[in-house]
C-alpha cells in the first residue's frame, strides 16, 4: 500500500507491504524510502511487514522549516507507529535513520524491538566528523570530483552545505537509474528552506552516556573502508547487546543497503527470525 499519512502536522509518505513482524526502515540523510525497495523490501516482505517512509524534508513528506532533530524525528517515528497501529517493531535504519532509531529506543523503549543500525553517524560524535583532518572529507571530495568534474576546494571540504549541493550534482550511481541526473529539488529544499544541517548537531538526550543505556539487541553494520570508521569504534565499545560486523569495503563504502543488499538481508534474516514475535524481544512490559 502506498499512501500518506498526517502526523505532527506534517502529511508523510509511506509503504506498508508484507505479512509477519512489522519491520520500520528509515532512510539516511538526503535518501527517502526508495533506498530500501530497489532489492530488500522485495526479498523481505515474504517474513515481514515492512513500513518504510519518507523522512520529514525528504522524498514526498513534508518539509517544515524546523523540527530536524533526531528528537523530533523519533517522535515522527512514534507517531506513524501510533497512526498505523503498530505497537512495536524491529528498526533497521541506515545513517541518520540508524541514530533516529536508537533516539527511539532511549525515549520509548517499549515501542522498539531489536536494532540494526547500518553505519550510524551519531550527533553526540560530531567531533569526530568536525576535524578537518577527518578523511570522510578527503573521501567525499573525491566523490565528487569523480562524478561531477569538480575539484573541491581543500577550504571548502568541512562546508557541509556546499559539499551535499555538489554532491546532487552528481549522476544517479545505483540501481537501475545509474548515470541518470538526480532530482535535485528535494535536496536543495532540505538545505536552504530548514534547518537540517544545524539541527544534526543538537545532541539532546541522545548522550553517549544514554547511549550505553539502550538495552535492545543492536546489530552494528559498518562497511570497513567507511570514513565513519572511528564512529564504529567508539560505538562498538559503548554499546551493550550489541554485535558488531564489519562488511567487505564496498565500491561507494557508506551506502551498504544499496551495494551489498544480499549480504545486509542475510545478516537482518538471522538476527530478526521471522517466527520471534517482536514483543518477545524485551518482554511484554506496559509502556
Known amino acids: 500500500m502506498v499512501s500518506k499519512i498526517l502526523v505532527n502536522s506534517i502529511n508523510f509518505h509511506y509503504w506498508q507491504v508484507g505479512e509477519g513482524p512489522d519491520i520500520v526502515m528509515l532512510h539516511g540523510l538526503t535518501g527517502n524510502l526508495a533506498v530500501w525497495h530497489l532489492k530488500m523490501v522485495p526479498l523481505l516482505r515474504f517474513k515481514y511487514r515492512i513500513t518504510t517512509y519518507d523522512l520529514r524534508g525528504h522524498g514526498r513528506s513534508d518539509a517544515p522549516p524546523t523540527g530536524y532533530t533526531t528528537r523530533d524525528m523519533a517522535e515522527d517515528l512514534r507517531g506513524i507507529m501510533d497512526a498505523l497501529e503498530i505497537e512495536r517493531a524491529h528498526l533497521v535504519g541506515h545513517s541518520l535513520g540508524a541514530d533516529i532509531s536508537l533516539h527511539l529506543a532511549l525515549l520509548y523503549p517499549d515501542r522498539a524491538g531489536k536494532l540494526v543500525l547500518i553505519e550510524p553517524g551519531i ?67 532540505l538545505l536552504d528552506e530548514t534547518t537540517m ?55 561507494h563504502h557508506h551506502f551498504t543497503p544499496l551495494e551489498q543488499p544480499e549480504l545486509l538481508i542475510e545478516h537482518i534474516e538471522a538476527f530478526l527470525p521471522a517466527e520471534e514475535p517482536v514483543s518477545s524481544v524485551l518482554g511484554d512490559r506496559q509502556s
Open 197 to 251: 544541517i544545524q539541527d544534526y548537531d543538537v545532541v539532546g538526550e541522545l548522550t553517549l552516556e544514554n547511549l550505553a543505556k539502550i538495552p535492545h539487541p543492536k546489530l552494528l553494520l559498518y562497511d570497513e573502508g567507511s570514513p565513519y570508521i572511528g564512529t564504529f569504534k567508539v560505538l562498538r565499545d559503548l554499546l551493550i547487546n550489541c554485535t558488531p560486523i564489519l562488511f567487505p569495503a564496498s565500491e
Open 123 to 189: 550527533p553526540a560524535l560530531v567531533n569526530l566528523r568536525k576535524d578537518p583532518n577527518w578523511e570522510g572529507w578527503r573521501y567525499w571530495a573525491e566523490l565528487i570530483e569523480r562524478y561531477t568534474g569538480i575539484k573541491v576546494p581543500r577550504e571548502k571540504w568541512t562546508d557541509i552545505g556546499y559539499m551535499v549541493k555538489l554532491s546532487a550534482e552528481a549522476p544517479i550511481i545505483y540501481g537501475p537509474a545509474r548515470g541518470l541526473p538526480r532530482k535535485k529539488d528535494a535536496a536543495l529544499r
